[in-house]
């Protein structure tokens, strides 16, 4: 029997990275939110490995922080270890990795979503959702419960019809053995969305107590303090290593030896799902890489308090005594003791071409979606379309348009772009490589893109917004003052020039020209001419970068204005393109299921030319002349 719980403005279901975003989104925003979650003891659980960021998706936490969101602040309060990768590189593909003690990674977010006013958390399992005349009205639980609202957002992650598969071992269940949800899975089918079947998986885990260190390499945090989030000022001193080895002769050996043991490779071919091109398992990595001697395996502490340690980069599903042969074959491990075997799980997604760029559906109003259900990979993408998500839900509660990241913006708009207006064929997960604007979408500068877009809808407080404008401010009247100063060829800056290898100055230049030079940075500039105001060490590298890169940023920036005229031709998304002559066939058959809000966007999907881009140029003008009339 049925019975009615408390009407709320926004119901969100599931609460892992997205579900958690999306819940604390909406309820800072105003909105009464409720969030229901299958166990409330796996509240923002890391099923796979225990890190946050990593290239572009480092990225992507520091703009749900800039927007006024939790990860980077939990991460920062839990890591055990904390590295900024690519520093070699150019500052486009730098990005914070940060190694989680995933107990206290997840007791803390629930903490905070428990304190969080406005926001209720409760376990319950959602088999329905309620749906009046096309539009989502609430949810229906197992145990009878009945919860409105006026929008909804699914965060399922992979427990729809989720299903581990282990060697000839299968059996339905949510990752690490949680109950999955399958009446909702068949449900959102009879509703009427297309849905596909995607498979990740899990390595062993091993215990740290069994490893021989000695035959493996330290990996060691940053000594320079590190955040991800803007407002972070405590830092760890107490940094946990993490331990390289590598797989060999012997482990790849095991692998071939025991393919026919496979559910991907054997007769059985338990494994249906799709999985990450870009995460291989191990399995994976030795059929399709037979060429390579070794591969890189991490051995990663799962935090302070338990001895588990990851083993990073050996995902398998094999059968468990193969697994424990192929541990023991590998440096390091091989008196190891396995206390989890690794695993693959199958679940459902939506097909993401199903969604409008607010990740609202189009099939059902007011229901949006959030996370691994879009078919994604990776916490850091199911959190960005999180807080995307739960400020959408709470704006269309609040009578608002949505806020629709585009891709010179963010990561996050890249990322969401690409799943609406082209879709993926398999787990997606998010690379620098994607970005075309990555030069303007750093690492460091995520809070001088969003944080206004923060500020704007609610999410950041009047006292960080001061704080920002203040850095915004000293970088603006800083550039100024270097374009300006002019440095002169006395012996104090031909010091600086030599000690650098520099070539001396000829003539006064101002001091942007020197800095630009690729062996100057803004340290040697403080010795020429210092600034008379003092600046953080977050102003000085905006600094450096801008007039370093002025040139480059320039050049993505007028690519930007272009794309911004095509961003403002609108399409209707009520508009039939069969009705469009001249478009090609498959051309029709995209833009009537993607349904584009713009040129721009219809440019973007797959299987339209720009021949048929010109055509629908042609047609806007058309459109535009006849209205004129």
């Known amino acids: 029997m049925r019975y009615r719980g408390d009407d709320f403005d926004v119901i969100v279901i599931g609460a892992g990275h997205a579900g958690s975003e999306s819940a604390l989104a909406a309820a800072r925003m105003g909105c009464s939110t409720l969030l229901l979650t299958l166990n409330l003891d796996a509240v923002a659980y890391m099923p796979c490995n ?235 990595k030795i059929v399709r890489f037979a060429d390579k001697p070794r591969h890189q395996i991490f051995l990663e502490p799962e935090g302070r308090t338990t001895s588990e340690v990851y083993v990073q980069g050996l995902s398998t599903s094999l059968p468990e005594d193969i697994q424990l042969q192929i541990l023991k074959s590998v440096p390091g491990l091989k008196d190891v003791k396995m206390m989890r075997p690794g695993y693959a799980i199958e679940y459902d997604a939506i097909v993401p071409t199903q969604l409008w760029p607010s990740l609202e559906t189009k099939t059902i109003e007011n229901l949006f979606t959030a996370g691994q259900i879009n078919g994604t990979s990776g916490y850091e993408e199911a959190a960005g379309q999180g807080i995307m998500a739960g400020i959408n839900a709470a704006r269309k509660v609040q009578g608002k348009s949505p806020v629709i990241l585009d891709r010179s913006q963010a990561y996050i708009g890249v990322l969401i772009d690409d799943l609406v207006t082209k879709g993926t064929q398999e787990p997606y997960r998010l690379l620098t490589s994607r970005a075309e604007y990555r030069l303007l979408l750093r690492n460091d500068n995520a809070d001088l893109r969003l944080t206004d877009i923060g500020y704007d809808i609610g999410l950041i407080r009047e006292e960080r917004y001061e704080r920002f404008k203040q850095k915004k401010e000293q970088i603006e009247v800083e550039i100024k003052r270097l374009n300006k100063e002019k440095a002169r060829p006395n012996e104090d800056t031909q010091a600086v020039m030599r000690a650098k290898g520099s070539k001396e100055l000829t003539n006064s230049f101002d001091l942007a020209t020197i800095l630009r030079r690729p062996e100057i940075s803004y340290v040697d500039i403080e010795k020429i001419s210092p600034s008379p105001v003092s600046l953080s060490s977050e102003v000085k590298q905006q600094v450096e970068i801008q007039v370093k890169y002025s040139g480059y940023i320039e050049k993505q920036l007028q690519q930007v204005e272009k794309l911004k005229s095509m961003e403002n031709k609108k399409l209707s998304e009520n508009l039939d393109y069969t009705q469009i002559k001249g478009l090609s066939m498959e051309a029709v058959e995209k833009l009537n299921e993607v349904k584009p809000l713009s040129i721009a966007q219809a440019s973007r999907v797959s299987g339209v030319s720009p021949a048929d881009v010109s055509i629908l140029l042609v047609y806007l003008e058309q459109m535009s002349q006849k209205k004129e009339v």
């Open 50 to 284: 225990p890190s946050i960021g990593g290239p572009a998706k480092g990225h992507v936490v520091r703009e749900i922080d800039a927007l006024g969101g939790e990860m980077g602040k939990n991460i920062d309060k839990t890591y055990i270890q904390m590295r900024l990768l690519n520093t070699g590189k150019g500052p486009a593909v730098q990005a914070l990795r940060a190694q989680a003690d995933k107990f206290l990674y997840q007791q803390t977010m629930k903490e905070t979503i428990e304190k969080e006013p406005n926001l209720v958390l409760r376990q319950a399992m959602v088999e329905e959702l309620i749906v009046e005349d096309g539009v989502c009205r609430g949810v229906a639980t197992k145990t009878g419960a009945e919860y409105y609202a006026k929008t909804v957002v699914l965060t399922t992650g992979t427990y729809l019809r989720g299903r581990v598969v282990l060697g000839d071992l299968s059996y339905e269940s949510g990752p690490n053995n949680q109950q999955p949800s399958i009446r909702l899975s068949e449900h959102l089918q009879a509703l009427g969305f297309d849905m596909v079947r995607f498979k990740t998986g899990t390595p062993p885990r091993v215990h740290g107590d069994t490893i021989d260190y000695d035959q493996t390499e330290i990996q060691p945090g940053d000594d320079k303090p590190l955040s991800f989030s803007f407002e972070t000022t405590e830092y760890l001193e107490d940094q946990l290593p993490c331990w390289l080895t590598y797989t060999g002769e012997e482990t790849h050996k095991v692998i071939q030896d025991n393919l026919s043991r496979s559910p991907m490779y054997g007769d059985s071919k338990e494994i249906e799902g799709q999985g990450p091109r870009y995460c291989p398992s191990i399995e994976d």
